[in-house]
């Protein structure tokens, strides 16, 4: 049980003073909604990616993954509508300067907006509401009036001229673009057959106005996402499979599935047939952490339009032609990253027996086994507890630790989620036996080293 509440500065510091998730670029004060993923950060978020994967792509037949390039040629994002309408709606505080998205202030008042309004609609609703709002950094209502502001981040890729802003090429947006144009090679190259999907994990980039609530809301983002493409009448059948899949991949990654709930989108852009959000309970309020869309033929039938491909399928059984619909499914790696360790984090215990302790589902443990030798300064326990770590770190990521007394190298391994401790003490040298702590249960049980390897087989899959 919290004897707290949790709140996401907890999380935050936590995931810094133990190597998770620096701020980019600190010491030169730090670069808005940027962070880097250190030493235990970037084993977690491995993990989380290959959770993802085995159950996208290895575990799937019909599913093949792709790795496309963050570059594409400009047009694509012409033919996708993100450089006409992918924006946000931002007014600018006119006490504090603080940018602000409008949609959000108005939700936060319990009022029904989101970033697909056109900005006359926006701003209705904004003025209608001005005076209930409050800036949340200085507390005034005094607001400039909401402007959509595009989030594609441009660049000078492959122009050599003072005015490349002109045509600029960008970081893309969303990784699915580079799915929707390699949909014809993976066609070509492998033996597929609708229905079936690609995914892909990988960064993508976005001017964010709004960039608070740490790993929530990044400027650079990576994403898993996974598009289906399907017979058009089988579009909303196939679209309840893939709900139901990706619901069931949260149960078997281990979350607790109290906090998460469906959220059903009311306002669609007009080419969708249904949007749904799954939403993760996080400590600063419930919120999306995947989306799992029926999009129509529209991406295809853009992206052939603009490019003068055909894009059309042709049934090799019926020989019937059609552009297929395409359902996705789409999470931030820093969003699970947030879910999984506001999942696992425990404090328990009182005054000095107070720890706090990651219960991260074992499968996504950066480090599986700590082992340490009873004491530092005797070298026949050192020499054998770095054996034992040799063997063991051979099948798994584990840490050698002789750093102060076993009660802080347990307390500093509750805190990065190692399920398992192993320590060699004087016993060892005759009985060859080592005792393993258990994270969860603080449990200790004498293991032969004959027996070590098998018996954290059997644990580390429990
Ligand atoms: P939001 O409404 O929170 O801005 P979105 O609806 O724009 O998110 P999508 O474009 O559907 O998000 O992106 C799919 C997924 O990518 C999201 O569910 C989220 O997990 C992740 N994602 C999107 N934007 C960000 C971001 N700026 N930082 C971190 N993750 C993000």
Redesign the pocket.
């Known amino acids: 049980m919290l004897e707290q509440k949790l709140t996401l500065e907890m999380i935050e510091s936590l995931c810094k003073r133990r190597g998770f998730v620096y701020p980019s670029s600190e010491i030169y004060g730090g670069f808005a909604a940027v962070y880097d993923y250190g030493p235990y950060g970037v084993l977690l978020a491995n993990n989380i990616k290959a959770a993802w994967w085995k159950a996208m792509v290895q575990l799937r037949q019909d599913i093949v993954g792709l790795d496309s390039a963050i570059f594409m040629h400009p047009k694509t994002w012409i033919a996708s509508g993100h450089v006409g309408g992918f924006a946000d709606p931002m007014s600018e505080c006119k006490e504090c300067h603080s940018r602000l998205r409008v949609d959000h202030l108005l939700e936060a008042i319990d009022v029904v907006a989101d ?1 697909k309004m056109s900005e006359d609609e926006i701003n209705a609703l904004f003025d209608a509401h001005k005076s209930e709002i409050h800036c949340p950094k200085c507390g005034n209502s005094n607001f400039t009036e909401a402007k959509k502001f595009n989030m594609l981040v441009k660049s000078n890729l492959g122009q050599f001229t003072e005015n490349w802003n002109a045509d600029p090429s960008y970081l893309r947006g ?1 990784t699915c673009q580079g799915i929707y144009l390699n949909y014809k090679n993976v066609l070509n190259s492998c033996r597929v057959k609708v229905p079936f999907g690609i995914a892909q994990i990988g960064k993508a980039f ?1 001017n ?1 106005i709004t960039a608070r609530q740490f ?5 650079e ?1 990576e ?1 898993m ?1 996974m598009q289906y493409f399907v017979h058009p009448d089988r579009e909303m059948e196939e679209y309840e499979r893939l709900r139901e899949y990706r619901w069931n991949y949260y149960r078997d990654l281990g979350i607790d599935m109290n906090k998460l709930k469906w959220h059903k989108h009311e306002n669609l852009v007009f080419y969708a047939k249904e949007a749904y ?1 799954i939403e993760y309970a996080f400590p600063f309020g419930t ?5 799992i869309h029926a999009r129509g033929n529209y991406d295809l039938t853009q992206h052939g339009t603009h490019s003068g491909v055909d894009m059309t399928y042709l049934d090799p059984k019926s020989n019937e032609k059609y552009i297929p619909h395409i359902i996705e499914s ?3 790696v ?3 990253f947030l879910m999984v360790i506001s999942d696992s984090y425990r404090e328990e215990g009182e005054d000095h027996d107070k720890r706090v302790v990651l219960k991260f589902p074992k499968h996504l443990a950066p480090i599986k086994v700590a082992v340490f030798p009873l004491l530092k300064n005797k070298p026949e326990l050192v020499s054998r507890a770095k054996e034992v770590f040799q063997e063991l770190q051979k099948q798994w990521m584990c840490e050698f630790d002789d750093n102060g007394n076993v009660g802080k190298r347990y307390r500093r391994q509750d805190e990065i989620g190692t399920p398992y401790c192993v320590t060699v003490d004087f016993d060892t040298l005759t009985d060859h036996a080592v005792t393993v702590r258990d994270r969860d249960t603080m449990q200790q049980e004498r293991v032969p080293l004959s027996q070590l390897q098998n018996y954290l087989t059997a644990h580390l899959s429990a």
């Open positions: 970033e969303e976005r964010e790993i929530f809301r990044t400027r983002l994403q996402e959000d919120k999306e952490l995947e989306g789409s999470v931030g820093g969003r699970s």
